[in-house]
């Protein structure tokens, strides 16, 4: 039982982040709690504590996406104020003429609103919040078509979304701290395919989407108020009076996302090749796909700045909505260098070397992956937060797999799994509860409503995770 304290800061930081509900919380306290094990006494914890978070921030590929996720979210700020989505909704409105199309506009919508879950939500809502006045649509069936596209849908999408550079950065971090060398992308990439719950809601919702049948009851609920505190409320109403007043110009949303996707395939596909790569595939596995990313979200940044500023748009309401939309993911970028540091303190403290010892001496390795989903799962549910069960699990997940021979994609595919499930199905997930509040639906009834698919696919999952767990 070498290093077994090493376990402990991890324990701490789950369970706080439970009883809390704040991730940022059980990390930070977790982190303190190691950061005391090196460095005995209040101010010498802190210290080294400090140290373990600037040496997250300093790290160059670290920096990396940090700079990525807010500059993102800046563009994601100036297409949403230039009226783009708008411009878009408004265009599909026209054919709309009974539910179902309605429910088929909304999940279209997805192809131009798939950069990052409360973007879609906040600007897709309203929109079609408002088309309910002319066709007779039950407004929680609109909000469960939106959220099951959000967050299921997101998370299997490789380039281009807020989620993809924070997916890879954990695993990355996650490898070092295991001292695997291997590709982070190559290993999201990899995963991918094994998303089981990912695949089956999204299945589950097309679905009910085409044939009019929803798993389970519940989903004609009547309006209500939405939980929130009254600074959230606050903004969530200060943003759909900005959005109800901006002129609608859909070019400013379809121009940039196009320059974004094909740069962004281009600059990967370009620098694989530059490093020996024989095929388009190979390329993506090689390219330094994180830094291919940046630069082409800088090349749209600048595009589409020119862009609205020819087409008549302030600079000045531009520039404020650039850095608010980068402020909207402050708490992200603040969680995620917890996550880093506390990767970095676990590896000081053999966390790695008691995984070895422990777990991975009489857990079989085919019973790995479905067991880091479930257990995932109910962490997910708890915490509300996919980004943090991310975090707090993959260097277990990691080390578990590698200890054991399990496979690292499937172990990686499976703590996606359990974040994603338990930000959808969660009242206290962040797209359950602004979904519900832009819908005027009561946050509990509603998780309620859409808990039976998302356990439906819960159960088809870990009977898929027991099945590879055997044949890989």
Same mark, same amino acid.
């Given at each position: ?18 009883a809390t509900r704040?991730?940022l919380?059980?990390?930070g306290l977790?982190?303190?709690i190691g950061?005391?094990s ?9 210290s080294k504590?400090s140290?373990?978070v600037i040496t997250a921030?300093?790290?160059k590929?670290?920096l990396?996406?940090?700079v990525f996720l ?8 100036m297409m949403?104020i230039?009226?783009g989505i708008?411009?878009?909704?408004k ?5 709309i003429?009974?539910e179902?199309s309605?429910?088929?506009?909304t999940w279209?919508?997805?192809l131009v609103?798939?950069m990052?879950c ?6 897709t809502g309203?929109v079609m ?6 066709v007779?649509v039950?407004?929680?069936?609109l909000a469960?078509?939106i ?6 849908i997101?998370v299997l999408i490789?380039v281009?979304?807020?989620?993809a550079g924070y997916m ?7 490898l070092?701290?295991?001292?695997i060398?291997r ?5 999201f990439l990899a ?8 695949i089956s ?7 009910s ?6 798993i389970?009851?519940g989903?004609?609920l009547?309006?209500g ?7 959230e ?7 759909e009076?900005?959005?109800?007043n ?11 996302l196009?320059l ?12 694989g ?5 024989k095929?388009f ?6 390219a ?9 979200l800088f090349l749209?940044?600048i ?20 850095v608010d939309g980068?402020?909207q ?9 917890l996550?880093?540091a506390l990767a970095?303190?676990a590896?000081?403290?053999g /966390?790695s ?5 422990t %777990? ?5 390795? #085919?019973?790995?992956p !479905?067991? =880091?989903?479930?257990f995932?799962s109910?962490?997910?549910?708890f915490i509300?937060s996919?980004w943090?069960?991310?975090g ?10 590698d200890?054991t ?5 499937i172990a ?6 359990a974040g994603?499930?338990?930000d959808f199905?969660?009242?206290l997930?962040?797209t ?6 832009v /819908? ?6 509603? %998780? ?5 698919? #998302?356990?439906?696919a !819960?159960? =088809?999952?870990?009977?898929l995770?027991?099945i590879?767990g055997f044949l890989?």
């Open positions: 039982m070498e290093n077994w304290f090493s376990i402990i800061p991890f324990l701490v930081a789950v369970f706080v982040s439970m704040q991730v919380v059980g990390l977790g982190l303190l950061s005391y090196l460095k005995p006494g209040i101010f010498n914890s802190i504590m140290q373990y921030i300093s790290d590929d670290n990396r996406i940090i807010f500059v993102f979210g800046g563009l994601v700020g949403q230039a009226g708008k411009g878009f909704a265009t599909v409105e026209k054919r003429k009974s179902r309605a429910l088929i506009v279209a919508t997805i609103t798939f990052d409360e973007f879609r939500i906040m600007t309203p919040k408002a088309v309910k006045s002319s007779n039950v407004r929680s069936k469960y078509t959220d099951v596209s959000t967050v299921p997101i490789p281009a979304t807020t989620y890879v950065s954990v695993v990355g971090g996650a070092n701290q295991a001292n060398q590709s982070p992308y190559q290993l995963s991918i395919p094994f998303n089981f719950w990912a809601i999204v299945a589950i919702g097309l679905f989407v085409i044939t009019g049948r929803y389970g009851k989903m004609e009547s309006n108020h939405a939980e929130l505190n009254d600074e409320d606050v903004h969530r109403e200060s943003i009076a900005e959005l109800e901006v002129n609608p110009k859909a070019l400013n949303l379809i121009l940039p196009l974004l996707l094909i740069s962004t395939f281009y600059l990967i596909w370009k620098d090749l530059d490093k020996g790569a095929s595939i190979d390329a993506f596995q090689q330094d796909a994180t830094q291919a990313m940046l630069i082409a749209t940044i595009f589409a700045l020119v862009l609205f500023l020819l087409r008549k748009e302030k600079l000045s309401e531009l520039m404020f909505h650039f980068g402020n993911l402050i708490m992200a970028i603040i969680l995620l260098v996550v880093w970095n303190m590896e000081d403290l /966390f070397k008691f995984i070895t010892g %777990a991975g001496t009489f857990l079989p390795k #085919s019973f790995v !479905v067991s =880091i989903f479930l995932g109910l962490i997910a549910y509300g996919s943090g069960t991310w707090l699990l993959m260097p277990l997940a990691i080390s578990l797999a200890a021979g399990a496979s690292l994609p990686v595919a499976a703590v996606f799994a994603s499930f338990g199905t969660s009242p997930g962040e359950t509860v602004t979904t519900a509040s /819908f005027d639906l009561p946050v509990v009834d509603y %998780a309620k409503a859409k808990f039976t698919s #998302s356990i439906t !819960v159960g =088809i999952s870990a009977i995770f027991v590879v890989f």
